[in-house]
């Protein structure tokens, strides 16, 4: 796999970095490149680009990972997306969350993943990954 890609709300502290950060890390065991939130955020293009940005992100990724703990429009777009491409999904969301029925119908979607903390996200994402190399 050579390249995945983040999805989720943007983060607007430390707790939610530390979020993507840890997806992030185990995504680079499988990837040659990883892109997340954290990146966007960092992007300091006009509106425009940052849509151009994200769609190309999409087309570019072997694997969308959504992060569905708190939900958000764009990130509907890029699934949306990455199902008209016919990229493969995996969601990944705190434990109680509710993930969405649009989302969990996806035809891209292979698998939801719900979490207690973020060692077990940790390794239910990395036995994920690994099954599906």
């Not at 955020?41 to 425009?48: D, L, N, S, W, Y």
């Not at 680009?49 to 072997?62: H, S």
């Not at 890029?78 to 969405?100: D, H, Q, T």
């Not at 698998?111 to 599906?132: M, Q, S």
């Amino acid at each position: 796999m050579n390249k995945i890609l983040i999805l989720g709300a943007l983060p607007k502290d430390k707790e939610a970095e530390r979020l993507y950060e840890s997806i992030a890390s185990v995504c680079r065991k499988f990837a040659e490149e990883v892109s997340s939130p954290i990146d966007t955020v960092a992007f300091k293009g006009t509106e425009g680009e940052r849509y151009e940005r994200a769609f190309k992100l999409v087309e570019e990724a072997d694997l969308i990972v959504g992060e569905q703990s708190n939900p958000s429009t764009g990130q509907g777009m890029e699934i949306r997306e990455a199902a008209n491409l016919g990229k493969p999904l995996v969601v990944v969301a705190r434990a109680g969350s509710s993930v969405s029925g649009l989302v969990k119908a996806c035809p891209a979607l292979k698998e939801v993943i719900y979490y207690e903390d973020l060692e077990d996200l940790k390794g239910k994402l990395e036995n994920f990954l690994g099954k599906a190399e």
